[in-house]
């Protein structure tokens, strides 16, 4: 077969009359003043340059701006031109303009020479892309220094033939209509943009990734240094999935000598291709998922082109590139490549033209060899065996791209500690909440406390669909409260190192206290006050909110005419906003009780020796020497016990569950065999009566439950019957048991004091324990409540839902959350409900926000598109959130938190984030370990209450750890080391329907539920 993707240089000659009238050849863009960036888009001229430089880039065209520009006067009435939208950019009136333009640019026609053109060009191409043409954006504005459109402009992979290449091209063009994109083309001060399009040939991708020469700002430290380059990279074309990215591995190369510094391999089990029928998921065999995407032939030129790139002080630079694998030799050595296949590893079976093969393919496809002009041409290894192909698809400047809203150069953000509740891209309908009652409760509380809080402070914001707090805006007006330090606050929450902390306590230095101190005798009394009164505020909160929830489920809301439905969706919206600022109030009040606790503390710490000590044991060693951190964390231990925890109801509830279905063999067999979908599969009896008053009692929960869009556990409860399918596994256990432990080990540390403190300072710390135990009680007593209206407020959209797509039969079930409250209440008023063009352009835009990876946890200035590698070595160090030493195997969490039945009892649960819908299997677990959260957060006081470690705020976790690995969680010191090896056997696959039934190990009749944890305890 002919190189599929040769260099245009070689090529151009070929390309018809007809192509070369409207697609100029893209070696020739950015060349001449009839092909400048302001004609063929910035992309474009860049990818010209690269190629004229004598860099792989892969054979491609360009389709000038002018045509855009031209639909655009031809289609759109006034006023729906970019220059208007941009300019009303944010508001009502611009998003019904963005949307309506939107639908017109995809369902326009393209003129007849454009459409014989793309058909002449797919004629001649064919036979050279069976994997199709890339469709990508080149806007009159991109990949300039600060204005890169990196992520808000669609591109389309595989497109095949005149049709999918003339429908790619409109949904590029329609991108320009995203209100993120106008949104970031107007805080950039663009006032007008037009948009090229770049087709390329695909490159048949054994693997891709990015390549980022040098780590963008607030990014450097010991996860990835000044003098390193990072690459991301996964198997097949490595574009994002939904629900985040491909499993990507991570390597860090020495910038000096192009050697690899360290690297961590992902678990690759799916890799993107292009099939007969366009993208596809593919799965990878076991034994390759596990290997290096990467070999080092593909690194060295990695590294050799990052050299080049930088030459004569250019960069740093975000680089996406594609590796073709070069091709056996006819002597049976397969290619080196990206995919490093053993030598005598079986081979998948070669495919027919146009069809997908998994990476690691040998088809008996001829490798690409020297063109006409000598260059790009695959070169061959010491022994003689050819190199693989890396190509460049794009070169950026890493420092291109938006801030997020209400932030600069120097703005701080985290969504370390609210990504525990909402993680993921949130629909706009969710995001248009939380937001609204996220910034009022915030701005309250601070108002409470006696701060100013600066007119116009964004402390929220939404970076490609996440939830995330402004640390800058946050820490400067929290410091005007004595005490409320950055490190005192984030050793609690968790996200930032020592250097960020650092920074932040240096951007908050000039925080004026004078208001505070002028406000005190005014708001510290009333503060006391309130706090005092909270136990009664919260049970008289409750008595009304268990009337308004009586009230809606007896409420029939299809008899409703649509003003009055508006009227119940602004009742129960006002419910929760009320909800969620007594929700911040509980916090608050916690959090403060706290902080006191610890103040105590680390006054009587000199004379207080640690337990084990005591005992006449080594004391613990401080792997940071983090003191701070130990007072905490013995706060929390001292704090933990806390009885009648909302939070920890579910988990204890289920466990009960468990035990009569445990005690039912009929029940417990159909559980093992797949069949049970709901209490009604369940026989009659107690198990059936269990579940039912389960789901009746908790069925607002979910995994995710912060997202309205989620189903509740009432609506569907398999994730329910998954957890308690693993925890069926257990050997003979007792929940109250774990309960005790949390208490006795509390009840221990302060013996232990006893025995070191006057009886005054006793006093005083028995005191603010109480208090401590109190107010965290009537936290997450809010948090279910916040859970509960939640579930109202969904109940209500379903109804909504249901109008939208009685009126507008094109709309998907689900519409009503690509709409924002505002437009809904306005909508249901006016009776009008015309919103599906508004639909369309939300769900669209939601789609390219949840495809995209997840920005690191913590960033500066604007979010890199980066996966960050883990800490180097076998101790991976992050935040103790709850006491206990024990080891067992990994147990991975993907994000979806999908084959939760496939948990064993004793593993430790490695997570991103552990979101409280999950904290029933912390009964199951034998530790919990994640790389978000902090110690304050909902999750880890479970895990003190169930008495389990937990190691929480572990940077790359997930990437370093996988399932199967042995691991000795210390979660008194925040340490999570590797013991050895993983088994070589694979790691256990999730259950199929009925294949636990039977199985050897399952439990016999009578047999208790949950898990002893079969983890060896340390001590």
């Known amino acids: 077969m002919a190189d599929p993707t040769r260099i245009a240089r070689a090529d151009s000659a ?9 697609l100029k050849p893209l070696e020739s863009a950015g060349q001449r003043r009839h092909t400048s960036p302001k004609r063929v888009g910035g992309k474009a001229a860049a990818l010209g340059r690269l190629l004229r430089d004598g860099f792989p880039v892969p054979r491609g065209w360009v389709l000038e701006a002018r045509f855009f520009t031209e639909l655009v006067d031809q289609q759109l009435p006034k006023g729906h031109d970019l220059a208007t939208l941009i300019r009303l950019s944010g508001t009502k009136a611009g998003v019904d303009r963005a949307a309506r333009a939107r639908d017109r640019i995809l369902n326009a026609r393209l003129p007849e020479a454009l459409s014989a053109a793309l058909r002449s060009l797919w004629q001649a191409v064919e036979p050279e892309a069976p994997w199709g043409l890339a469709v990508r954006s080149s806007a009159t504005c991109e990949d300039a220094d600060e204005t890169s459109m990196a992520g808000l402009a669609t591109s389309v ?17 329609a991108s320009a209509f995203l209100p993120r994109a106008l ?136 680089v996406e590139f594609a590796v073709e694998a070069a091709a056996d030799d006819g002597a049976g050595r397969p290619a080196d490549g990206a995919a490093g296949r053993e030598h005598g590893e079986a081979s998948p079976p070669g495919r027919e033209d146009g069809e997908a093969s998994p990476p690691g ?79 009022r409760g915030f701005r309250e509380a601070f108002s409470a406390l006696g701060c100013r809080v600066p007119r116009g402070a964004r402390l929220v914001a939404n970076v490609h669909g996440r939830f995330y707090l402004n640390l800058t805006a946050f820490m400067q007006i929290a410091a005007q409260v004595p005490g409320l330090s950055p490190r005192a606050l984030l050793g609690m929450s968790g996200g930032a190192s020592a250097e960020l902390i650092a920074r932040l306590a240096e951007q908050s230095e000039g925080a004026s206290r004078r208001r505070f101190y002028a406000r005190l005798p005014l708001t510290g009394p009333r503060l006391l006050l309130r706090q005092a009164r909270l136990e009664r505020e919260v049970a008289a909160f409750e008595g009304e909110a268990l009337w308004a929830q009586r009230a809606l489920s007896e409420l029939d809301m299809t008899l409703l005419p649509d003003d009055a439905i508006g009227t119940t969706l602004r009742s129960v919206y006002l419910l929760l906003e009320r909800t969620g600022t007594l929700m911040l109030h509980c916090a608050s009040a916690s959090l403060a009780s706290h902080l006191a606790l610890c103040k105590t503390l680390e006054r009587v710490a000199r004379r207080r020796a640690s337990a084990r000590s005591a005992a006449g044991e080594e004391p613990l060693e401080d792997p940071a020497g983090r003191a701070e951190t130990n007072i905490e964390h013995l706060a929390q231990v001292l704090a933990g016990g806390v009885r009648e925890l909302d939070s920890a109801g579910p988990g204890i509830e289920l466990a009960r569950v468990a035990e009569l279905v445990m005690a039912d063999r009929a029940a417990r067999e159909r559980l093992f065999a797949g069949e049970v979908r709901g209490p009604r599969d369940l026989p009659e009896g107690p198990a059936r009566d269990a579940l039912a008053r389960f789901l009746e009692v908790h069925g607002d929960r979910a995994v995710r439950e912060a997202e309205l869009a989620t189903p ?90 249901r109008r939208l797509r009685r009126l507008e039969p094109s709309l998907a079930p689900g519409s009503v959350f690509f709409c924002t409250y505002e437009e809904l209440v306005s909508a249901l008023s006016s009776g009008r409900a015309d919103v599906a063009h508004v639909v369309r352009l939300r769900r669209a835009e939601h789609l390219r926000d949840a495809a995209r990876p997840d920005p690191p946890p913590t960033f500066i200035g604007r979010p890199p598109p980066v996966v960050l590698p883990p800490a180097s070595g076998e101790r991976l160090l992050g935040l103790p959130a709850s006491a206990g030493v024990v080891e067992g195997r990994a147990r991975v969490l993907e994000p979806g938190a999908t084959a939760l039945d496939a948990v064993e009892p004793g ?91 039977g199985a050897a190990g399952a439990p016999a009749d009578g047999a208790a539920p949950l898990a002893s944890p079969a983890p060896v305890p340390v001590r």
């Open 14 to 22: 070929i390309d018809p009359p007809s192509v070369r009238e409207w």
């Open 907 to 997: 593993e430790v649960l490695v997570a991103r984030t552990t979101d409280v819908g999950l904290s029933p299997l912390f009964l199951v677990a034998a530790a919990v370990v994640t790389e978000l959260g902090g110690p304050m957060s909902h999750a880890s006081i479970v895990a003190r209450e169930y008495g389990i470690p937990a190691v929480v705020n572990v940077p790359g976790v997930t990437l370093a750890i996988k399932t199967g690995d042995r691991l000795r969680i210390d979660g008194d010191r925040g340490v999570v080391e590797r013991l050895i090896e993983r088994d070589e056997r694979a790691a256990p696959a999730p259950p199929r329907a009925g294949a636990l039934a």
């Open 361 to 439: 393919r040998e088809d008996g496809e001829t490798s690409p060899r020297a063109h006409e002009d000598g260059e790009t041409s695959p070169r061959a290894h010491e022994d003689g065996e050819p190199s693989p192909r890396v190509w460049l698809l794009q070169v950026r400047p890493v420092s291109g791209g938006g801030f997020p809203e209400g932030g600069n150069a120097e703005t701080i953000w985290s969504r370390a500690n609210v990504s525990e509740a909402l993680p993921g891209a949130a629909t706009p309908l969710t995001w248009s909440v939380a937001r609204a009652f996220s910034d």
């Open 183 to 318: 949104a970031y083309l107007a805080h950039a001060g663009v006032r007008d943009v037009a948009m090229g399009v770049v087709l390329q040939v695909v490159v048949r991708a054994e693997a891709a990734g990015v390549l980022f020469t040098a780590p963008p700002p607030g990014l450097e430290g010991e996860h990835w240094r000044a003098g390193e380059r990072l690459v991301n990279a996964t198997l097949g074309l490595g574009a994002p999935v939904v629900d985040g990215a491909a499993a990507a591995d991570t390597i860090r190369i020495a910038r000096a000598s192009g050697a690899v510094v360290a690297s961590a391999v992902a678990q690759k089990r799916r890799a993107l291709v292009v099939g007969a029928a366009g993208l596809e998921e593919v799965a990878v065999p076991e034994a390759r998922a596990e290997q290096p995407a990467l070999g080092a032939a593909a690194l060295q030129q990695l590294a050799e082109l990052a050299e080049r790139l930088e030459q004569g002080g250019k960069g740093p630079f975000d």
């Open 712 to 801: 509740r556990w009432r609506e569907d409860p398999a994730p329910v019957i998954a957890m308690l399918t693993a925890s069926l596994r257990g050997a003979p256990g007792d929940p109250e048991r774990a309960l005790a432990r949390a208490r006795a080990l509390a009840d221990r540390e302060m013996a232990m004091l006893e025995t070191r403190l006057p009886w005054a300072e006793l006093a005083l710390v028995r005191a603010l324990v109480g208090r401590a135990q109190r107010y965290v009680r009537l936290r997450e007593r809010m948090r279910t409540w916040v859970t509960r209206v939640l579930g109202m407020l969904r109940k209500v959209a379903l109804d909504i839902d």
């Open 157 to 173: 992979l595989g497109a095949r033939g005149e049709r999918e290449i003339e429908a790619a091209i409109r949904q590029v063009w």
